[in-house]
T-cell receptor, first 115, second 115 residues
Framework: GESVGLHLPTLSVQEGDNSIINCAYS??????FIWYKQESGKGPQFIID?????DKRQGQRVTVLLNKTVKHLSLQIAATQPGDSAVYFC??????????????FGKGTHLIIQP | DTEVTQTPKHLVMGMTNKKSLKCEQH?????MYWYKQKAKKPPELMFV???????INESVPSRFSPECPNSSLLNLHLHALQPEDSALYLC??????????????FGPGTRLLVL
């Protein structure tokens, strides 16, 4: 089965509110996590990443939180805008020492912004 | 510049055709990836190239044949595909060998339809 998953397939929020998208992972060896945004007809776009030696990382309007104890990852988007409408994927990577490893993606959450 | 380009954007082919998908990046990345994404599903890893050598093949059928002619180019040769191979094919690139893993940047994908 998948080692990375999401709790909700769809999240609807009001424009201007904060959004929180959650992700659970099962592989405790995962050491690098990424959030991607995918708009319709486009490839995944990097949003923010976090390594396993950190608990929190902030970007512009986005924050990623990592709780290794319960294997949980979340993406917080502040002051959600219409342009934030997309499918959001969490992804994990296990450093095998080989230098280049593929990503395992979660199922994705479709974020819908209500006007 | 974090651009990965892919051609063609769309491709329709019959089950007896031979076609190729192309991917290019000029970020100096030495790891390149092919992913397959079915509708409403997350991307799934197919192949990983590290320093122009195939390092990971996720048990992909031989009707998909990857090629990495140089550090900037990645091809995916297609032959005798099945209708269930219809999907969005995504290329990504990253720096291999960074502590942990390098961020993977994705292209827009090639939408393939097999008739």
């Amino acid at each position: 089965g998948e080692s990375v998953g999401l709790h909700l397939p769809t999240l609807s929020v009001q424009e201007g509110d904060n959004s929180i998208i959650n992700c659970a992972y099962s592989n405790s060896a995962s050491d690098y996590f990424i959030w991607y945004k995918q708009e319709s007809g486009k490839g995944p776009q990097f949003i923010i990443d976090i390594r396993s030696n950190m608990d929190k990382r902030q970007g512009q309007r986005v924050t990623v939180l990592l709780n290794k104890t319960v294997k949980h990852l979340s993406l917080q988007i502040a002051a959600t805008q219409p342009g934030d409408s997309a499918v959001y994927f969490c992804a994990e990577n296990i450093d095998s020492g080989g230098g280049a490893d593929g990503l395992t993606f979660g199922k994705g959450t479709h974020l819908i912004i209500q006007p | 510049d974090t651009e990965v380009t892919q051609t063609p954007k769309h491709l329709v082919m019959g089950m007896t055709n031979k076609k190729s998908l192309k991917c290019e990046q000029h970020m100096g990345h030495r790891a390149m990836y092919w992913y397959k994404q079915k509708a409403k599903k997350p991307p799934e890893l197919m192949f990983v190239y590290s320093y122009e050598k195939l390092s990971i093949n996720e048990s992909v059928p031989s009707r998909f044949s990857p090629e990495c002619p140089n550090s900037s180019l990645l091809n995916l040769h297609l032959h005798a595909l099945q209708p269930e191979d219809s999907a969005l094919y995504l290329c990504a690139s990253s720096h291999p060998g960074l502590a942990g893993a390098g961020t993977q940047y994705f292209g827009p994908g090639t939408r393939l339809l097999v008739l």
